[in-house]
């Protein structure tokens, strides 16, 4: 069971990347997924989940507008669409296969992590 993130990077304020993290397929098509941050010195903080069909979505109040989480079954990939990014959105990112099928805002309700992808933001 491996998740593998990726596409983190150093962008200016206002900069846009995405982040992507493949799932094993036996966790992934049924799971819902979600992706978590933490920042230097900070406890890790929840970002956005998406249940298993894609249909259900839900944000943190922080990046609500500017983030969007997506994925494609077919290809065992979901994706953090990160646009406007801040200073403050600098950290590393980990994505995270939940326990059912719907993510959930709590750490615990998730099974598997990733390695984590750092996303360094300069002002």
């Known amino acids: 069971v491996q998740l593998q993130a990726s596409g983190g990077g150093l962008v200016q304020t206002g900069g846009s990347l995405r982040l992507s993290c493949v799932a094993s397929?036996?966790?992934?098509?049924?799971?819902?997924m979600g992706w978590f941050r933490q920042a230097p010195g900070k406890e890790r903080e929840f970002v956005s989940a998406i249940s298993w069909k894609g249909d259900s979505t839900i944000y943190a109040d922080s990046v609500k507008g500017r983030f969007t989480i997506s994925r494609d079954n077919a290809k065992n990939t979901v994706y953090l669409q990160m646009n406007s990014l801040e200073p403050e959105d600098t950290a590393i990112y980990y994505c995270?296969?939940?326990?059912?099928?719907?993510?959930?805002?709590?750490?615990?309700?998730?099974?598997?992590w990733g390695q984590g992808t750092l996303v360094t933001v300069s002002s």
């Open positions: 397929g036996r966790i992934f098509s049924n799971n819902g």
């Open positions: 995270a296969a939940a326990r059912g099928s719907y993510g959930s805002r709590g750490a615990n309700g998730y099974t598997y």
